[in-house]
């Protein structure tokens, strides 16, 4: 069954909250929503991009108090 | 009160002295007992192994016992644990014993995990080991030319690795002559060269001025052997001659197996560094799974913390002071220049240019590491 994850990557520059991401998403299943906390405002660039890149599906970008939620879903 | 230390690498060593240190007198009267248990007698300084793929080391400079680096007073025992069981504040090793604790840390480390790309371990050399590292050195010494590419899996331990072997190699293969021969490629896993965004600022440029080539948003997905060919996650094929990688990283078998955390990583709260949903049992290094390098900077300032909150638990029954998430890496750059990069969970690091002094520092930390795992630096 399909999972919804947080990857909580606030308060990381190294190696970052893309990287949590791509770590994160090995040990996923398709079809699993993995949401990223980012306090890094280049990650709202950096990670839309790379998931189209790959081709993973992105849901959408909110944020609160000063941590970005990034939404997206395993395709493959 | 009894203090149980799993693993004698930096942290758990680094933590160990400090503890006896601050609790000598505890000690003393037997109201304190520091117990460590690890997998080996001896003690590696991991770093080193860099320099061994490079010739510029020998196996033998790598390590000490590691009972001659631990304080008067610690238990020492070289037998991995097997099994934990936190619900009854104990762990079962590997001779069958059974030893309790009143507060346990596990600080087990990371090991690298090529076997996680297909075609991998056939297909490159990697420095993660001392058997792989003079592998590697010896397939260096062998090769005449070509293309060179280097690749870069996640999570791995030391993030600057990646970029220290790239720099090195490009001064290996300049020192042999025959750099006109080779071509260095390097690939990153996202969109620039290096995570941490000011190192990526300058080391992009110093690559393009030295004719290093490079592929960012590369994360590896099989290696074809056969045909020399790299296929990644992001749908490129890269051809090679030579691979190198640094594999990917998993924590310990033990870990994953009694159920302490998925690939090995400890669920671990970022400023208490206790592992969650337990107050007695704490974790620190590589073997977290908090979101900051795995270096052994990181190990050894949580080291101190936690010296601090388990002396100040044990004298006053509760801990002092929070882990802010700082970590100090060298980088080098070549085989004669060398920066650095600090940073903590709120502030990012901002290195400066590479120079000499700092290189020359950083080859004099190789041997002031002995002095750093006994927690005298
Ligand atoms: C090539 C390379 C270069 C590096 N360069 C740098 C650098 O420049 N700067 C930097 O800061 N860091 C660097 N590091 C990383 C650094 O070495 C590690 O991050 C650091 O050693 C982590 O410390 P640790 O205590 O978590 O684990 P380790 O130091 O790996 O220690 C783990 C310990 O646990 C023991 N153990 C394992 N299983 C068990 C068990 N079941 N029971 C009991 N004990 C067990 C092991 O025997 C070992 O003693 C480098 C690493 C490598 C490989």
């Known amino acids: 069954m399909a999972e919804r994850k947080i990857v909580d990557g606030r308060g990381s520059f190294c190696p970052g909250p893309l990287m949590e991401l791509i770590v994160a998403l090995k040990s996923s299943q398709v079809g699993d929503e993995l949401e990223v906390l980012s306090t890094d405002k280049g990650s709202v660039n950096d990670i839309p991009e790379w998931i189209n890149k790959v081709g993973h599906e992105y849901i959408a970008t909110t944020e609160a108090d000063g941590v970005w939620h990034i939404m997206m879903r395993k395709a493959k | 009160m009894k203090i149980l ?48 793929a490079m010739g510029k080391m020998t196996p033998d400079e790598l390590y000490r016992d590691q009972a001659s680096l631990l304080e008067p007073g610690i238990q020492f025992h070289v037998d991995p644990v097997e099994e934990f069981m936190l619900d009854k504040n104990q762990v079962k090793t590997k001779s ?29 050399e990697t420095f993660y080991t001392e058997e792989t590292a003079l592998k590697m050195f010896k397939r260096l010494q062998s090769f005449e030319g070509g293309k060179v ?79 020399k060919i790299l296929r990644s996650e992001e749908g490129v094929e890269i051809k090679y001659d030579l691979l190198i990688t640094i594999p990917a990283h998993k924590g310990m078998e033990v870990i994953e197996k009694n159920g302490l955390g998925q690939n090995g990583w400890i669920p671990t709260n970022r400023t208490k560094l206790n592992v969650e949903g337990r107050d007695n049992v704490f974790t620190l290094g590589d ?54 990069a600090m940073f903590d969970y709120k502030n990012p690091p901002d290195p400066k240019a590479p120079t000499k002094a700092v290189h020359w520092f950083k080859l004099a930390y190789n041997k002031l590491y002995w002095i750093s795992a006994r927690g005298l630096l």
Request: contains cysteine; charged residues 20%; aromatic residues 8%.
């Open chain 2, 287 to 340: 073997t977290t799974n908090i979101p900051i390098s795995k270096a052994g900077s990181t190990a050894h300032f949580e080291a101190d913390t936690l010296g601090e909150n388990i002396a100040a638990m044990v004298k006053i029954g509760m801990p002092v002071r929070e882990y802010d998430g700082k970590v100090f890496c060298f980088i080098e750059v070549g085989k004669d220049r060398a920066t650095y």
């Open chain 2, 149 to 227: 590419v280097i690749t870069v899996g996640v999570p791995h331990k030391c993030p600057m690795a990646p970029l220290e072997i790239t720099f090195m190699l490009n001064d290996y293969f300049k020192d042999r002559g025959i750099a006109d021969k080779v071509q260095l490629h390097y690939t990153y896993p996202i969109g620039r060269v290096h995570a941490l965004e000011n190192v990526a600022k300058w080391a992009a440029p110093e690559m393009d001025k030295l004719g290093i080539t490079y592929d960012t948003f590369f994360n590896i997905k099989e290696v074809d052997a056969t045909n």
């Open chain 2, 5 to 52: 230390i799993v693993g004698g690498g930096t942290g758990g060593t680094i933590l160990a002295n400090n503890l006896a240190r601050r609790l000598t007198n505890e000690l003393k009267s037997g109201k304190a007992r520091i117990t460590m248990l690890s997998a080996s007698d001896k003690h590696m300084y991991q770093p080193g192994l860099l320099y061994l």
């Open chain 2, 96 to 124: 069958g014993k059974t030893h309790n604790y009143d507060i346990m840390v596990i600080a087990t480390g990371s090991r690298m995990f090529p076997e996680g790309i297909p075609g991998m371990v056939e297909a490159a």
